[in-house]
């Protein structure tokens, strides 16, 4: 069973378009949702991440949009330019209790910017 | 500071075959993980560790095996390998294991096996 839906699989935008990628959950003891941002041949890297007490949060042109209620979060990239061409990873922590628990990823989109 | 790395970045085996893949971390972090990733599937936990001669199945433990002996380096083992164990390998290690730990990522892996 899929923990983390994410969508689309794949996103073609052109330079300064807004890619707006979407992760959906159900597991309510997920308590912490970061993005990864892998490019190819590397590993991923954390490029942002949400509480869910919060319901948006801006780190330069990428935005985590944050919906409780709906169990549903999205990464838009404002401006998006070539070298934003990568794969990028929700994720969502599941919280054991204490200090322990684990990170689930969605299946990945793989996005490209065309100049 | 090297951050995470990994050996091999390559490797073809036989079906049958073993082999152990290494990673390493001078960040001094107590949190180790493995994972591999698949085409459409993302990123899937194979083992973890909590810290130095500790290891824990994550969701996709069978056919491999883990030691951390050492608390910068954790192995994987592949004991016989298959063809359904094709896949990129990736370890990270975290400073703990507390929500808003970040993992940091090696380069990865690409395992083939025929």
């Known amino acids: 069973q899929q923990q983390v839906k994410q969508s689309p699989q794949s996103l073609i935008v052109q330079k300064g378009g807004i890619p707006i990628i979407n992760c959906a959950y159900e597991?309510?003891?997920?308590?912490?949702f970061p993005w990864y941002q892998q490019f190819p041949g590397k590993g991923p890297a954390l490029l942002i991440a949400i509480r869910p007490d919060v319901s948006e949060k801006k780190e330069g042109r990428f935005t985590i949009s944050f919906n409780k209620s709906a169990k549903q979060f999205s990464l838009h990239i404002m401006d998006s330019q070539p070298g934003d061409s990568a794969t990028y990873f929700c994720a969502a922590w599941e919280n054991y209790g204490g200090s322990q628990g684990n990170l689930i990823f969605g299946k990945g989109t793989k996005l490209s910017v065309k100049p | 500071n090297a951050g995470v790395t990994q050996t091999p970045k390559f490797r073809v085996l036989k079906t049958g075959q073993s082999m152990t893949l290494l990673c390493a971390q001078d960040?001094?972090?107590?949190?180790m993980y493995w994972y591999r990733q698949d085409p459409g599937m993302g990123l899937r936990l194979i083992h973890y560790s909590v810290g130095e001669g500790t290891t824990a199945k994550g969701e996709v433990p069978d056919g491999y095996n883990v030691s951390r002996l050492k608390k910068q380096n954790f192995l994987l083992g592949l004991e016989s390998a298959a063809p359904s164990q094709t896949s990129v390998y990736f370890c990270?290690?975290?400073?703990?294991?507390?929500?808003?730990?970040?993992?940091?990522f090696g380069p990865g892996t690409r395992l083939t096996v025929l």
């Open positions: 597991n309510t003891a997920f308590d912490y």
């Open positions: 990270a290690s975290s400073y703990g294991q507390a929500t808003y730990n970040e993992q940091f």
């Open positions: 960040m001094n972090h107590e949190y």
